[in-house]
């Protein structure tokens, strides 16, 4: 008699919920998932059919990976929820949709390319900062930026509250000093704003164009696009 295929439970929790991996393993240690009513340890397997349930609720199966890319016009929050009258990215996609997880954030007043996902390995793999995901943005300040300042962001960096800030930057016009491509490898919040904040200078647009390996392109404002895994 052949013995049934088995299932990583991990693997089966983090596709489900939309967490990484090493998120479900601290599920399994903290003892709150369990198979046909036993609690589970680290490593366990299942055959299909069994019982999977977190904290006493079961988890459903038969969901697939599933990776997007949107064009987040600015004015939108990346929330399930409204914020006041800032509407979600959420209205700007089809129902089947609205389970996917943001990969990262963009504030309300940032435009441009955001991911959308259920793998949370693919999430893990492209926000935490030991993969270093280079991001790619293009920014208007409200004044010149002067020299000096531009070479305290790119040699050197700028001290935060959360620690020194050092972006790579490329004037966008000749003629002027107010638009920017920025280059980063790290992601944390609201950095851009607050490392020129800290210069004097508010950054009145900010859009991102690419973000790992994926870029915008010419994907519409409002749009949104399925990818593959790369």
């Given amino acids: 008699m052949d013995t049934p295929a088995t299932i990583r439970l991990n693997k089966h929790l983090a596709l489900q919920l939309g967490i990484s991996r090493r998120e479900a393993d601290e599920l399994i240690e903290r003892g709150q998932v369990t198979i046909d009513g036993t609690v589970a340890t680290l490593g366990a397997r299942f055959t299909s059919g069994s019982s999977i349930a977190v904290k006493g609720k079961e988890v459903a199966s038969g969901t697939a990976f599933q990776y997007l890319m949107l064009h987040k ?69 409200d004044r010149d930026l002067e020299p000096l300042h531009q070479q305290m962001v790119s040699d050197y960096g700028v001290h935060l509250e959360d620690g020194p ?61 399925i990818v593959d895994m790369r």
């Fill in 73 to 141: 016009p600015t004015g939108y929050v990346c929330s399930r929820r409204a914020q006041g009258d800032n509407p979600t990215i959420y209205s700007l996609l089809p129902p089947q949709y609205h389970s996917l997880k943001p990969v990262g954030r963009l504030d309300k007043d940032t435009s441009g390319l955001i991911l959308l996902t259920n793998d949370g390995d693919f999430a893990f793999r492209m926000t935490h900062p030991k993969f270093a995901k280079v991001k790619i943005y293009k920014a208007r300040l």
């Fill in 165 to 225: 800030s050092k972006l790579s930057l490329e004037r966008l016009d000749e003629t002027g000093r107010t638009d920017w491509q920025i280059t980063m490898h790290e992601g944390r919040n609201r950095q851009i704003r607050r490392t020129f904040s800290s210069l004097g200078y508010e950054v009145v647009k900010l859009h991102r164009t690419s973000f790992g390996n994926y870029t915008l392109g010419d994907l519409p404002v409002g749009e949104h696009v």
